[in-house]
């Protein structure tokens, strides 16, 4: 879901964020569209799912929580597998940092538009994250997703069965989609086996959502990782 | 209140949380590598693990279904560098296609 900030100038302003995010947008938006699908099967109202896209604003960890919510696997690995995923928005915080100014409740809300994929659209020369960029691509990602929220919760039920339509499949693929450009270097290649086989070990025996917390021990692949393939 | 609202407020405080921790934390001390390091690979592992619950996850335990069908599919066009509009795409009409045929 990335491409290259290529025709940007060397004063991007927000417009320039903004074209750059744009075919991005359409897929976050359809995304959104699925998320809504997804969530209104699983037994959320459509305000809770718009809500939920306005607040959380992290697609991955969003399907995860109503997935896990939608097989029964109940509120506390719905949740903690969200909290989980979206963990890696403490790093990816810290190194935006230095692009976002202003007192703390700016930063506060424009900390909010970082998401991979603007976090990724703005990464400038030498890993700077430009500013204006930023919030650019964030804003046009923050308003596709939403809409495409509202828009499939309202009348996702129009669709029929997702299943006959083969949209239960859009989520593994949505997840693959998103794992091939995490899977950089050798230790994220163990993390993701690490973290795929522990769930296939564990799937037949445990409830949903439990297999996918204990996957997330794969991350400590990461300890082999030190200073080597850092970013 | 509902288990969909304590999953949405839950979740949504979490992560704006998550969200402004660096940017309001920044001048404190970062944490370290060895944290970094481990949360960094965080994201490849859960990912892989929702690929795997996702395609093959069942009430009950699994099931080896048309899902797979579209899960290949999306692989053949992840390989290609399709957008992700387009690997969504595919491996849905895949499974409807499995699906309509098994």
């Given at each position: 879901m990335t491409s290259s900030p290529d025709r940007?100038?060397?004063?991007?302003?927000?417009?320039?964020?903004?074209?750059?995010?744009?075919?991005?947008?359409?897929?976050?938006?359809?995304?959104?569209?699925?998320?809504?699908?997804?969530?209104?099967?699983?037994?959320?109202?459509?305000?809770?799912?718009?809500?939920?896209s306005a607040t959380t604003f992290a697609g991955s960890a969003q399907t995860a929580a109503v997935s896990i919510l939608g097989a029964g696997g109940g509120l506390v690995a719905a949740t903690t597998t969200a909290v989980l995923l979206n963990l890696r928005y403490g790093p990816i915080g810290l190194s935006a940092a230095p692009a976002l100014s202003g007192p703390w409740w700016r930063r506060l809300l424009q900390a909010q538009l970082v998401v991979d994929e603007s976090w990724a659209l703005s990464q400038?020369?030498?890993?700077?994250?430009?500013?204006?960029?930023?919030?650019?691509?964030?804003?046009?990602?923050?308003?596709g997703w939403i809409a495409g929220t509202a828009a499939g919760a309202i009348a996702g039920g129009l669709l029929g069965d997702p299943r006959r339509l083969g949209l239960d499949a859009m989520f593994p693929a949505i997840f693959l989609a998103?794992?091939?450009p995490q899977v950089?270097?050798?230790?994220?290649?163990?993390?993701?086996?690490?973290?795929?086989?522990?769930?296939?070990?564990?799937?037949?025996?445990?409830g949903a959502g439990v297999p996918i917390l204990v996957a997330s021990?794969?991350?400590?692949?990461?300890?082999?990782?030190?200073?080597?393939?850092?970013? | 209140m509902t288990a969909a609202w304590v999953v949405v407020a839950v979740v949504g405080v979490a992560t704006v949380g998550i969200k402004a921790a660096g940017p309001l934390?920044?001048?404190r001390r970062p944490p370290s590598a060895r944290v970094r390091a481990v949360l960094d690979h965080l994201?490849?592992?859960?990912?892989?693990?929702?690929?795997?619950?996702?395609?093959?996850?069942a009430p009950g335990g699994v099931a080896f279904d048309a899902r797979l069908a579209g899960l290949g599919a999306a692989a053949a066009a992840v390989a290609l560098r399709a957008p992700i509009l387009l690997v969504v795409i595919v491996a849905a009409a895949a499974t409807a296609v499995a699906r309509a045929l098994l």
């Open positions: 940007v100038g060397e004063r991007p302003g927000y417009l320039d964020g903004m074209r750059l995010a744009l075919p991005v947008g359409v897929a976050v938006g359809v995304f959104g569209v699925s998320f809504g699908v997804l969530a209104r099967a699983a037994g959320m109202s459509p305000l809770a799912a718009v809500l939920m400038r020369d030498g890993g700077r994250i430009d500013p204006s960029l930023l919030i650019g691509a964030g804003t046009i990602l923050y308003v998103l794992l091939v950089r270097s050798r230790s994220r290649l163990a993390a993701a086996l690490g973290g795929a086989g522990i769930a296939v070990v564990l799937l037949p025996f445990a021990l794969a991350c400590l692949a990461g300890l082999w990782s030190r200073g080597r393939d850092r970013r | 934390a920044v001048a994201a490849p592992a859960l990912l892989a693990a929702l690929v795997v619950t996702e395609a093959v996850g």
